[in-house]
């Protein structure tokens, strides 16, 4: 298996702009979880899906930012419109989930720029 | 909800020391307690986990221990090697009800091992 698979690798915006996150879990794996890091303000969760659906979205900033997961092999996070506190790097995590192993499987991350 | 607390923020250690993380958490229904470790520009990796119905996990030079009436949990590394030196994330997780497999994490502990 290739893993958690996310793209781009790297995005640089200016403010204002929509930006798209993707994300493919590995097949197989029932729960998928996007993460913001940032120095400051660590490894921060921002939403969570359990077999495509959204569990706990309580980590999402604000209303500018939304996530889908249309199937089990895909996921997205848009932020609309996009602000420079925003640059972080955006980390998505599958896990197999209940009664298999709880451990996360990270993705490469997207490093965001927003300017 | 959960909190999950780190320390220290920052190790340094020689070459051949044991290094010593600890977590505390609040959430008494918690009871899986994973230990992820990220290298410079990398992804959060498992290392090692431990369930509550175990007090102590090793692997090679890594253990990890746990008091569940404390709540508190600790990441032990011995004889430390130069690429041992990253950042370590400890994190509590529930695993029943819907929010079976998010994980509260620590804010992180940067360890330097020096040669």
């Known amino acids: 298996d290739a893993g958690v698979i996310q793209s781009p690798r790297h995005e640089v915006t200016e403010m204002g702009q929509e930006v798209t996150l993707r994300c493919k879990p590995i097949?197989?794996?029932?729960?998928l979880f996007w993460y913001r890091q940032t120095m400051m303000r660590g490894l921060e969760l921002l939403i969570y899906f359990n077999n495509n659906v959204p569990i706990d979205d309580s980590g999402m900033p604000e209303d500018r930012f939304s996530a889908k997961m249309p199937n089990a092999s895909f996921s997205t996070l848009k932020i609309q419109p996009s602000e420079p506190r925003d640059s972080a790097v955006y980390f998505c995590?599958?896990?197999?989930?209940?009664?298999?192993?709880?451990?996360?499987?990270f993705g490469p991350g997207t490093r965001l720029t927003v300017t | 909800g959960e909190n999950v607390e780190q320390h220290p923020s920052t190790l340094s250690v020689q070459e051949g020391d044991s290094a010593v993380i600890k977590c505390t958490y609040s959430d008494s229904a918690s009871n899986y307690f994973p230990w992820y470790k990220q290298e410079l520009g990398k992804r959060p990796q498992l290392i090692i986990d431990i369930r509550s119905n175990v007090g102590e996990k090793k692997d090679q030079r890594i253990a990890v221990t746990l008091n569940k009436t404390a709540k508190h949990f600790s990441l032990h590394i011995t004889e430390t090697q130069p690429e041992d030196s990253a950042v370590y994330f400890c994190?509590?997780?529930?695993?029943?009800?819907?929010?079976?497999?998010?994980?509260?994490f620590g804010d992180g502990t940067t360890l330097t091992v020096k040669p």
């Open positions: 995590a599958s896990s197999p989930g209940q009664a298999v192993s709880y451990e996360q499987y």
């Open positions: 994190a509590a997780s529930g695993t029943r009800n819907t929010n079976a497999g998010k994980s509260t």
């Open positions: 097949s197989g794996h029932n729960s």
